[in-house]
């Protein structure tokens, strides 16, 4: 069974950063696209950023272009999502996912989920 594990949320105050990770298992890693997703409180749930298999071409959401990055490392089975310049419109709870298919930026497209890690931006 794929089981995904999110770490590294917390309370940071504006301007500064924080470093998600999320830790696979159960799945061939490197065949899977994987995302980051948030959801705020009362927003709709929103994709953050991806990263594809074996390439690792990534895309992220307009608002965090510049501030984040999304990375992996298939040989730790690990994605990683390094969070610069944080503001307080990017408090959410934020979901780490895997996709078989490569290209998808929606919610439907993704297989497998974490339980989630809360990130709190402080002004």
């Known amino acids: 069974q794929a089981q995904l594990v999110e770490s590294g949320g917390g309370l940071v105050q504006a301007g500064g950063s924080l470093r998600l990770s999320c830790a696979a298992s159960?799945?061939?890693?490197?065949?899977?696209?994987m995302g980051w997703f948030r959801q705020a409180p009362g927003k709709e749930f929103e994709f953050v950023a991806r990263?594809?298999?074996?390439?690792?071409?990534?895309n992220y959401v307009d608002s965090v272009k510049g501030r984040f990055t999304i990375s992996r490392d298939n040989a730790k089975r690990t994605v990683y999502l390094q969070m610069n310049s944080l503001n307080p419109e990017d408090t959410a709870v934020y979901y780490c996912?895997?996709?078989?298919?490569?290209?998808?930026?929606?919610?439907?497209?993704?297989?497998?989920w974490g339980q989630g890690t809360q990130v709190t931006v402080s002004s």
């Open positions: 159960g799945l061939t890693f490197w065949r899977y696209a």
């Open positions: 990263i594809s298999g074996s390439l690792s071409i990534t």
């Open positions: 996912a895997a996709a078989i298919s490569q290209y998808s930026i929606s919610q439907s497209g993704y297989d497998y």
